[in-house]
């Protein structure tokens, strides 16, 4: 059985109806567990007292946001290469999902940053190239609003998702790039000396689970309707016709 099957229309919504009730269910229990304990049952930092807490939020929305520009750019790649329409519109679904989790991770940043560093904003390496993603983000959406032609913004946002991993890999490897800035390095570390203490670790980790699957979830979904969006107007160009 190939994978490429679920490029069927069809079949993708027959198997994604099936997956998001569950995967919603899990995400739920994910977020609601690993945020109240992240934000009731863990103390609070010997350096930064509770401001740390927004770790919670921050670091997993961060994560979600950068991986989903690689989602997109796999689907993107398939796009173009494969001409499946389903990947074009799940790259499509993803950007929406992809552009607030952006937006949080900014915003809570700037909440963390600012009795950390003083400041609400610096252009630290890492926060600069962020913010650029952001700005691809709203481009490659906005690109997708002012064509007509379906498969033509799917072409042309494939090509701007090609260009803007350049800034999601800047995003999530800028601390290793330049030694230099504020932004701290990795919070999550296979060298044990790098990561945070077990007692936020855990939470997090959980927290970060959660936001995961809203991202397939909100992705899966975005993808259905934009499917059914597709057959609608086809339907409708069809009774004109």
């Known amino acids: 059985m190939s994978v490429w099957q679920y490029a069927n229309p069809v079949k993708f919504l027959h198997l994604s109806g099936k997956i998001v009730p ?6 739920t229990v994910c977020l609601v567990a690993g945020l109240f304990w992240g934000f009731f049952l863990t103390p609070d930092d010997y350096k930064q007292g509770s401001t740390v807490k927004i770790i919670y ?13 690689f989602m997109m750019l796999v689907a993107s790649l398939i796009w173009l290469i494969r001409r ?38 610096a252009w630290d390496p890492r926060l600069t190239s962020f913010l650029i993603l952001f ?15 379906p498969d033509t913004a799917a072409d042309l946002t494939s090509v701007l ?28 570390s296979l060298d044990k000396e790098e990561n945070i ?4 670790y855990f939470p997090l980790l959980l927290a970060i689970a959660g936001f995961v699957l809203l991202f397939i979830v909100l992705t899966l979904v975005g993808t259905r309707a934009e499917i059914r969006q597709r057959r609608a107007a086809a339907l409708l160009a069809r009774t004109k016709g």
């Open 22 to 27: 569950t995967l919603a269910v899990i995400s």
């Open 57 to 69: 939020i921050h670091v997993p929305s961060a994560l979600v946001a950068i991986n989903a520009w």
């Open 84 to 121: 499946h329409h389903v990947s074009a519109l799940a790259s499509k679904a993803a950007a929406h999902v992809g552009v607030v989790m952006t937006m949080i991770a900014l915003v809570t940043g700037a909440f963390w940053g600012q009795p950390m560093w003083g400041t609400w904003w």
């Open 135 to 149: 700005l691809f983000y709203l481009g490659y959406i906005a690109l997708w609003a002012a064509l007509d032609n």
């Open 161 to 188: 998702c090609i260009v803007g991993t350049v800034f999601a890999v800047l995003s999530r490897y800028a601390v290793n790039f330049w030694n230099q800035g504020l932004h701290q390095g990795a919070t999550l």
């Open 197 to 200: 203490s077990d007692v936020f």
